[in-house]
């Protein structure tokens, strides 16, 4: 089973909005709507941001959405803080019944 | 408030083995998924097994297939993953997370293996 694919990294000023890509195949994303989002400061523990395709854990702040168009899923950051400055990775589940993540993306606040 | 700490880390050689273990409060195991994520160090994020609720299924990633094992022990509330025949590239930070099948909205803060001579 193949990683996910996404982009190295992504930068943005306080304010914007950006959205972050996430590349599977028609056996993993394409299939099933178990896309889920994980930000990860450095040295800290992953935390989630988003689950099935768009849902969002209590506590998480509605600035972050999440959508799926086909075998791509996307992360939506809306009015950037310096605070969102970290890694984020995509999982989804596979037609392997195992779970795959992207390659991560870090995301700059400039 | 759920709680998961990870323990079992430390330096191995090649061929080695170790177990893992994740210490889960706050909730039992016989009402979660629970999974093992590793990372190496500088880099990304990989899923390598899981375990449902009753600990009837166990699914792992192609590169710990055969090697590791995952299980739990719902008297002491507690996950394990063994492993065996260690490799260089096993080194890594282990995590558990507590979820659903398809990902984990609670993790532990990991622990470290490093597998080398």
């Known amino acids: 089973q193949s990683a996910l694919t996404q982009p190295a990294s992504v930068s943005g000023s306080p304010g914007q909005s950006i959205t972050l890509s996430c590349t599977g195949a028609?056996?993993?994303?394409?299939?099933?709507?178990?896309v889920s989002w994980y930000q990860q400061h450095p040295g800290k523990a992953p935390k989630l941001m988003i689950y099935d395709v768009s849902d969002r854990p209590s506590g998480v702040s509605n600035r972050f959405s999440g959508s799926k168009s086909g075998n791509t899923a996307s992360l939506t950051i809306s009015g950037l803080q310096a605070e969102d400055e970290a890694n984020y990775y995509c999982s989804s589940y596979t037609s392997s019944r195992i779970l795959v993540f992207g390659g991560g993306t870090k995301l700059t606040v400039l | 408030e759920v709680q998961l700490v990870e323990s079992g880390g430390g330096l191995v050689q090649p061929g080695g083995s170790l177990r893992l273990s994740c210490a889960a409060s706050?909730?039992?195991?016989?009402?979660?998924?629970m999974h093992w994520v590793r990372q190496a160090p500088g880099e990304g994020l990989v899923w390598i097994s899981r375990?449902?609720?009753?600990?009837?299924?166990?699914n792992y990633a192609d590169s710990v297939k055969g090697r590791f094992t995952i299980s739990r022990d719902t008297a002491k509330n507690t996950l394990y993953l063994q492993m065996n025949s260690l490799r260089a590239e096993d080194t890594a930070v282990y995590y558990c997370?507590?979820?659903?099948?398809?990902?984990?909205?609670?993790w532990g803060q990991g622990t470290l293996v490093t597998v080398s001579s």
């Open positions: 028609s056996s993993d994303i394409g299939a099933y709507n178990y």
């Open positions: 706050g909730f039992t195991l016989t009402s979660s998924w």
């Open positions: 997370g507590r979820g659903p099948g398809s990902h984990s909205e609670n």
């Open positions: 375990i449902n609720t009753d600990g009837t299924t166990t």
